[in-house]
């Protein structure tokens, strides 16, 4: 592959630099900038963007499910071809391995090809048929038809953590775009030149497949995000990122004069309870395991395991030597940038500066690098006022506190923040002894672990990355899993309507061979065969 970059801002199926305000892509790893400028979005050129997407809205709605499948087949297919000098790049903007990056590739060309297998599956429709009852006592019923549709130009903002997989062509805009909703990405500061190079991907999709002009579009800047989100044209947002930008997306979302929802994924710890008879069992090998965990990707995952819990015994003491000296033996790694550095030693520093709070162990020493802690935290610290335990560090960090009791375990968890995850390493005895756990987890996170650590997230149809908040804005909705394709839809209603007029999925002779609920059972009858 050859590799050229621009720099400019993607509209509407051309390339825009109008702006006077440059951006830089780094070198992740020795801080060197990248020859080619990134052009800032003017106020215009966000404005065009939007306005891009809402001149393609009509057109790619209207394109068959079949269509749209197509098209994400033709996007995985292109990101597929992005070779070894795309690796090379993203590394080189991230200090991520070749390996994982490679993985991440996959990941992303393959949650594509699964939304794909959505459109035509068409479950997604949701096509609900009450048919008309003239004779109905005492007022007759009338015909009424509801499936699903875009709910219009979405703005998706681009992860740091994933520079592919949650990126710009991420679950985010897989998801908009097998809904029929063009987007508007803001691509992350990060990744500049990841960023152009899989836009350039997404662009040779649109045009080899018809799409329209505009479906895919993509600025540059730190501070064009409150203008995308403001903009009258968006109808929906997806973010990945802090519990701070989250939330302000959200308020700004809230506060236009037509409020859009925010599917912001921002904050969580995501507890292990360590139950005794797991810890007498194979203690040694979970905390062998447990600490390749917290290191994996050098602790950048949102699913990054924050905080371990255990009650008080003599396996808790042992597993917690064993997990100290775990940890002890992993080394300090890049992270993805220096902003990010900064903010986890931030975080180390004021873990370490809370009373009651003490380093069991860290892999090496750096100023360059992360090291990966290990902390110990006093039980009184996990119900206080500000609850110090439950602020995310962003990186290759632990914190372990030993409860006193069974029920200590359970306040803990009916008032803990919401969560992404929550696991249990438990044996059979473990179980049996703590389904009221079980339960309070259930209405806390949005994925229950067994036995298993949270790091790794399986991109499938049962897939729930979402949580009560702050680990997400709406706990009703996942950003992985083909689930999250219900944030960009809407329910629409029609009443009387001759067959003639009804979309395919809503028609007597079902021509999409639709599993539908007819009448209140599910068939894939024709109606009035």
């Known amino acids: 592959m050859s590799i050229t970059i621009l720099g400019h801002n993607y509209i509407g199926g051309q390339r825009s630099g109008q702006g006077d305000v440059a951006l830089k892509s780094i070198d992740a790893t020795t801080g060197e900038a990248y020859a080619v400028p990134f052009i800032t979005a003017t106020e215009q050129e966000v404005s065009a963007a939007v306005q891009a997407a809402e001149q393609a809205y009509p057109a790619f709605r209207a394109s068959t499910s079949e269509q749209r499948a197509t098209f994400l087949d033709a996007i995985a297919t292109e990101i597929d071809a992005l070779g070894d000098d795309f690796i090379a790049a993203v590394s080189r903007e991230t200090a991520l391995p070749a390996g994982r990056l490679q993985g991440e590739r996959s990941r992303t060309s ?58 710009v062509a991420g679950g985010d805009t897989a ?165 990010g550095l900064q903010h986890y030693g931030s975080g180390v520093s004021r873990l370490q500066q809370l009373p009651g709070v003490k380093v069991l162990a860290a892999g090496g020493s750096s100023d360059k690098q992360a090291v990966p802690h290990l902390f110990q935290a006093d039980a009184a610290l996990l119900f206080a006022k500000e609850a110090p335990l439950e602020e995310e560090v962003f990186g290759p960090s632990t914190v372990i506190v030993e409860l006193e009791s069974r029920e200590q375990l359970l306040d803990f968890a009916r008032n803990m923040h919401g969560q992404l995850t929550a696991t249990l390493q438990a044996e059979v005895a473990d179980l049996e002894a703590n389904r009221d756990l079980v339960e309070v987890f259930e209405s806390k996170a949005g994925r229950l672990l067994l036995n298993g650590y949270p790091t790794g997230v399986e991109v499938c149809d049962a897939m729930v990355h979402g949580g009560p908040y702050p680990a997400t804005s709406d706990a009703r909705g996942t950003s992985v899993g083909t689930l999250a394709i219900e944030r960009f839809l809407r329910p629409v209603c029609y009443q009387n309507y001759p067959d003639a007029m009804l979309p395919a999925a809503l028609k007597n002779a079902n021509p999409l061979g639709l599993l539908r609920l007819v009448d209140g059972e599910s068939t894939r009858a024709v109606i009035g065969a």
Do not use: W
């Open 110 to 167: 393959n949650q594509m090809r699964l939304f794909a297998k959505v459109l035509r599956r068409g479950d997604f429709y949701g096509a609900r048929i009450d048919t008309a009852l003239p004779q109905r006592q005492p007022m007759p019923r009338p015909d009424v038809r509801q499936y699903k549709i875009g709910v219009g130009p979405v703005a998706v903002f681009g992860a740091s953590n994933f520079p592919l997989a949650f990126s």
């Open 175 to 339: 998801a908009a775009l097998a809904a029929g909703c063009p987007v508007v990405f803001k691509a992350h500061t990060g990744h500049l030149v990841t960023s152009e190079l899989v836009a350039d991907a997404i662009e040779r999709a649109v045009k080899s497949s018809g799409m329209p002009a505009g479906t895919f579009n993509m600025i540059y800047g730190d501070r064009v995000g409150a203008q995308l989100v403001k903009s009258a044209g968006i109808q929906a947002v997806g973010f990945t990122g802090s519990l701070r930008g989250g939330r302000a997306l959200c308020d700004m979302a809230a506060a236009r004069p037509q409020p859009i929802p925010v599917f912001a994924e921002m904050s969580s710890i995501n507890p292990i309870v360590l139950m005794p008879e797991a810890l007498k069992t194979r203690g040694a090998n979970i905390a062998k395991d447990l600490a390749a965990s917290v290191v994996m990707g050098c602790g950048q995952l949102c699913t990054n395991p924050g905080l371990l819990l255990g009650v008080r015994s003599p396996e808790l003491t042992a597993f917690i030597e064993q997990l100290s000296a775990a940890i002890s033996g992993q080394a300090p790694q890049t992270m993805l940038n220096a902003g």
